[in-house]
């Protein structure tokens, strides 16, 4: 075996050409198999850095009926949940709250996790410094205190030990500081403040669903068991509560899928399946490598044949080298992999930044290494070995056939998985353009959105920064929104019609919510369909009244004009007017279809930061420089946060989308370029061992239309071949891109026409460039050479 690699590596160094094109194959296939597993080791495979990941479990609420597979929990039920359930170590809660901080300085508005005393115990996440919450604290009247996260301790108060015990002002209230949070922090949506919860169940909807809830199983309970008993905790609450709890049961998820979330987690997988299709390319196109060096080497094989080397010892010589090639080329791939995960890091998914090449990365990217360099040197190693060293030694066989079925299934294998690969970047592709053209509902031009949340006196406030931004020059309408489309968290309740309805008397519609103003609809274009909005009513009258979107009047009272008719939200028999119907808008995502949404005024309450948005025709950074000016002069304490524009904001929701069709893209790209080069390399090397017979052709009349015919028509072949197993892999494989596909089939034909054409065009264009050499053949020439 030693004598074999010194042998091998004496042979490649002899023909760098060959061994630089072999590696750099390698290098790419195995770095993007190996930066693509760093990502999946990373965000799926590793387990979450707390004690025991697997009995941490995410607890929803579900109401099929009402078409909610998940839904946050509301307190009352969080709370019976905890003292009725058994199969649980604890229970904890978080929730989030926008408040302002004004300690010093340019006053900001932090979004801060209100987490019951429970939350940190639950999880194991120490302090960095300092204590936990206690029960007294998280109860109705504890004591205000807060834990920071050890990136606000250092970008706040510069990291000084003495920080326990200062207190911060968020909405005028003080906190002190009780700890420190460590570094990482393996959660959804990370803290940056955390404050106590102090929840009174007496005191909350039971329909008023805002905690995100997790557990840690006792030893022993699986999560199947914890489960049951969960769902039947919700059926006797259901009974307890009929009105306010019909339909609502529960889920539950290992909390380590809420982490990363299902989504990225599929994509994840596609990704990793687009480069292993990728290195199935790499492997064929160093095979093919391997193969015609082996022709090329034919006399040399007969010769050491004849000497005595038996077929094993041949074979075991040319698999020595495939292997060397694959070591050589997979330390470089993984040194394009240590390049690619730094910039992977900057991606935006969630843990991106825990994306690394760790031991068991390296320890896959050796297996596949070695398992790739037998692939690709096991069949060469095989053709090769047959060999008939009489026939060598008289030369005959220096040259070998112009036809090799190992060759051109290679190519063809090559040319199949690419049209794979092909065909799932054009349904992506496609149904990406498929969102782009979606209406959302609203106009996003010109459209500038901010957002503000004053500690005191808003409505005041709201109404002069309102009236005082609609006079800025180039401004059209302004208005106010307690929650933008397009953006992260819902707000929701149960909505009960008054009268006669098209659902059953006492039954109700879950419905989404937002806080508006009168100028809110103007300013984004939304349509008023029915009746009007807010706009030039007064607040009490606007208190009393309700603006619906279409789908939500259609699932209460079908076709009929729900002007005039009351409904109750939340089941408190507290009903509103219905003065107007709006178009609907597409608010959780632009592959989302619209759902009943309701529209309070937000002179009849107020909740968290609201977001101006400004329909204008002028420049947008004097616009906000205006904005900024108006608040100032109205209340300085007041921070101006999450500047965007709408377009932006369309942009910044598809972001997901987009990545991973960029990177599906470059390695299809990349597939795409290793099968024409195969291409290329099989049919000039058959180009080459065929020179005399074209240059007979050519000395009886052949002219070089007709060599141009048969070059091309071989690797014609090749294609079509190639296109048929190709369109017939992705058939069967384009079933896993089903979820992720927006009002695009899996069969769509223009998708499997784009990709075919995409292939054949650059497979003949390979096949071209050996062809128009063949025609230029001197035939004087070609047999002189023979």
């Known amino acids: 075996m030693v004598s074999d690699i010194r042998f091998a590596n004496r042979s490649l160094r002899n023909s760098p050409g060959f061994t630089l094109v072999a590696v750099l194959i390698v290098a790419i296939g195995i770095g993007a198999a190996t930066a693509m597993f760093s990502a999946v080791n990373a965000l799926v495979l590793r387990p979450v850095a707390l004690p025991e990941p697997e009995r941490l479990v995410s607890l929803y609420e579900t109401n099929l009926p009402r078409n909610q597979p998940f839904f946050s929990v509301s307190v ?45 115990p639950t999880l194991g996440m120490p302090t960095l410094l300092g204590r936990n919450f206690l029960e007294t604290e998280d109860a109705p009247g504890g004591a205000p205190v807060a834990i920071l996260s050890e990136a606000f301790w250092h970008r706040r108060f510069g990291g000084t030990a003495d920080v326990l015990g200062r207190t911060l002002t968020l909405d005028n209230t003080p906190y002190t500081i009780v700890g420190i949070l460590g570094p990482d922090q393996p959660l959804p949506t990370p803290i940056e403040i955390a404050i106590p919860m102090a929840a009174d169940p007496a005191k909350e909807s039971r329909m008023d669903h805002e905690l995100a809830a997790v557990g840690r199983l006792k030893p022993g309970v699986s999560l199947e068991q914890a489960d049951a008993e969960l769902k039947g905790i919700a059926e006797h609450i259901w009974v307890e509560h009929p ?49 015609v060096r082996a022709s090329a080497r034919a006399y040399e094989l007969a010769i050491r044949t004849s000497l005595g080397a038996s077929r094993a010892q041949v074979i075991r010589q040319i698999v020595t080298e495939g292997v060397l090639v694959t070591l050589v080329g997979g330390a470089a791939g993984v040194l394009l992999a240590l390049w690619a995960v730094e910039l992977m890091r900057l991606l935006p998914l969630p843990r991106a930044g825990q994306i690394s090449v760790d031991l068991r990365v390296l320890a896959v990217a050796f297996a596949v290494t070695l398992v790739a360099g037998l692939l690709a040197g096991l069949p060469p190693a095989l053709k090769a070995s047959v060999v008939r060293p009489q026939e060598a030694l008289k030369g005959r066989t220096p040259r070998a056939s112009h036809r090799s079925g190992l060759r051109d299934a290679m190519v063809v294998a090559q040319l199949a ?83 006669p309805s098209i659902i059953p008397t006492g039954q109700s519609i879950q419905a989404n919510w937002r806080l508006v103003d ?50 109750d939200p939340g089941g408190n028999r507290r009903f509103l007017k219905v003065v107007g119907v709006v178009g609907d808008v597409r608010a959780q995502g632009l592959g989302v279809e619209p759902t009943p949404t309701f529209y309070w005024s937000m002179h009849r309450f107020l909740f968290g930061p609201m977001h101006l948005v400004v329909h204008s025709s002028g420049d947008n950074r004097a616009l906000l420089s205006g904005i900024r000016g108006v608040v100032k002069e109205i209340d300085p304490t007041v921070p101006v946060f999450h500047v965007r524009t709408l377009d932006e904001l369309r942009a910044q929701s598809l972001e997901q989308e987009r990545l991973i069709l960029s990177l599906l893209g470059v390695f299809t790209a990349i597939a795409l370029l290793l099968a024409a080069l195969g291409t290329y390399g099989v049919i000039a090397f058959t180009v080459q061992q065929r020179t005399r017979e074209i240059g007979l052709r050519m ?25 048929l197993l190709g369109l017939l892999g992705a058939f069967a494989s384009s079933r896993v891109l089903g979820a992720m596909l927006y009002r695009t089939e899996t069969t769509d034909p223009l998708s ?15 096949a071209a460039l050996p062809a128009h050499r063949a025609a230029r053949v001197d035939p004087m020439e070609a047999l002189r050479s023979e």
């Open 699 to 723: 000395a009886v009349g052949a002219e070089p239309r007709d060599i141009l015919k048969i070059v091309i028509g071989q690797g014609s072949r090749l294609v079509s071949i190639g296109v």
């Open 76 to 120: 009352p039920n969080y709370t019976d949940w905890k003292a009725r359930a058994q199969s649980w170590e604890s229970l904890a809660a978080i929730t989030g709250r926008a408040m302002n901080l004004t300690n010093g300085g340019e006053p900001e508005l932090i979004q801060v996790s209100t987490v019951t005393a429970s939350f940190l």
């Open 243 to 291: 009105e306010m709890d019909r339909g609502w049961s529960t889920r539950l998820l290992p909390f380590s899928r809420e982490i990363v979330g299902d989504s990225v987690r599929e994509g994840l997988f596609v990704l990793l399946g687009a480069v292993g299709l990728l290195l199935l390319i790499a492997c064929a196109n160093l095979s093919n490598l391997l193969l």
């Open 518 to 567: 009168g100028g809110y609809f103007g300013a984004m274009r939304i349509p008023v369909l029915r009746g009007h909005t807010f706009a030039g009513l007064d607040p009490k009258e606007a208190g009393r009244s309700v603006v619906i979107s279409n789908a939500l009047a259609h699932a209460l009272w079908g076709d009929d004009d729900p002007v005039g008719r009351q409904l």
């Open 752 to 766: 499997y026409l784009a990709a075919t054409a995409a292939l054949a065009l650059a497979a003949l264009a390979a």
């Open 417 to 499: 998985i690419s049209l794979t690969l092909l065909v799932g970047v054009a349904l992506l592709a496609r149904s990406f353009w498929q969102l782009l053209r979606v209406d959302p509902g609203f106009r996003t031009d010109n459209v500038l959105a901010v957002s503000l949340r004053p500690a005191a006196n808003e409505i005041p406030f709201y109404g002069r920064l309102t009236e005082r931004t609609k006079a800025l020059p180039g401004v059209s309408e302004a208005g106010l929104i307690s929650g933008l489309p397009l953006t992260r968290g819902n707000t929701s309740l149960n909505v009960f019609p008054d009268g």
